[in-house]
């Protein structure tokens, strides 16, 4: 069976630290913590579940840090998790049986990462990231924010999933300070980093520089397809904070030039008609929604109500709109079996047992 080193690189942490540890620490060999600058208890608290605490002078760049981190395990595989991460009880079992089963030449495994989850704690966005890799010195690190691991190697998909839960808000500039640090300092952002910095662009509310970035970044040759799309979505939506919806969704269609459509995407042009009055036309982007496969595209972000929930609830929208009554009732009785607890299925419930 291989062994794993957990590695992790924290920073006032106190609030976090304790539960994530406990959520994995029967469940690796090893304990690697790199903290960047604490001053708060987190040193003092980490230091009970390992001694291999080591201190590193923050340089503005993860991946760095990262590389850090992972130079000084010693297991066969690297494990990473943010300090508000944490292993739910049901995936613990599931991790274990992977380490019995796992291939000794398997050399990346990738594990789904829960990041946003809805009123009832149902995930309502993830991707698959990296999760375990070769301790080696083939696999390392690379980007200051927004960092990742090259794939490379004999790669497994898991549905073992970390889950994101944080307590408090960070540092919301923090991202894009790194950015606009090394843009002064000049170095040329590659491929990846262009889609994260017009994300950030777009986080703080400034559209146009944005729209600049992320329509350089289509236009290259370069970049990840998945990021392509979605960067296809969030210049979008830029636009639309311009006012200029034609482009708005110019850009949106424009995502099916690298890819089969998106329930993601057919969803963004559905609410494009429908915020148009276009019913037919968004029922038409609904209903294709519908028939994309979940789980067909393993590597991008994924919204899993954009798959039947916000269908469905969307679909009652536009056929209420037409006066097609009888239906709509249909899509939100269908709706509700996706999510009998949400606050929209009821109250459309109500509606339709008020008219």
Not at 187 to 199: A, D, M, N, T
Request: aromatic share 14%; proline share 4%.
């Amino acid at each position: 069976m291989p062994t794993i080193s957990l590695c992790m690189i924290v920073k006032n942490e106190e609030m976090h630290i304790a539960r994530c540890l406990d959520s994995v620490a029967g469940l690796v060999e090893e304990i690697v913590i790199v903290d960047t600058g604490s001053t708060d208890r987190t040193v003092e608290i980490v230091s009970g579940y390992t001694s291999k605490v080591y201190l590193y002078p923050w340089k503005d760049d993860f991946a760095d840090a990262r590389n850090y981190s992972f130079s000084k395990a010693s297991m066969d595989y690297c494990m990473w998790m943010d300090a508000d991460d944490i292993l739910e009880e049901k995936e613990k079992e599931r991790f274990l049986q992977l380490k019995q089963s796992l291939s000794a030449d398997v050399d990346m495994v990738m594990m789904r990462y829960y990041t946003s989850f809805d009123e009832a704690g149902k995930p309502s966005f993830s991707y698959f990231r990296e999760r375990w890799i070769r301790n080696c010195a083939q696999y390392r690190w690379i980007g200051a924010v927004h960092e990742v691991i090259p794939p490379n190697g004999k790669i497994i998909y898991s549905d073992i999933a970390v889950s994101h839960k944080k307590l408090g808000a960070g540092d919301p500039d923090r991202n894009l300070r790194i950015y606009r640090r090394m843009i002064a300092d000049g170095k040329i952002l590659e491929p990846r980093q262009r889609y994260y910095f017009g994300r950030e662009l777009y986080y703080h509310e400034q559209y146009a520089e944005a729209v600049s970035v992320l329509e350089g970044f289509l236009r290259s040759e370069e970049g990840w397809v998945e990021n392509k799309i979605e960067a296809c979505s969030i210049c979008a939506k830029c636009y639309q904070q311009l006012g200029q919806e034609e482009s708005a969704l110019l850009t949106l269609l424009r995502s099916m030039s690298f890819d089969l459509p998106r329930a993601e995407l057919c969803c963004e042009i559905g609410r494009y008609f429908l915020e148009h009055e276009n019913y037919r036309n968004a029922i038409y982007w609904y209903e294709t929604a519908l028939d994309v496969p979940k789980n067909g595209y393993p590597g991008g972000f994924v919204l899993p109500d954009c798959y039947d929930y916000v269908p469905f609830l969307q679909l009652c929208v536009c056929y209420d709109r037409l006066g097609d009554r009888q239906k709509a009732k249909e899509y939100n009785e269908r709706a509700g079996a996706c999510k009998p607890y949400s606050k929209a299925y009821l109250y459309n419930e109500r509606y339709f047992d008020s008219l």
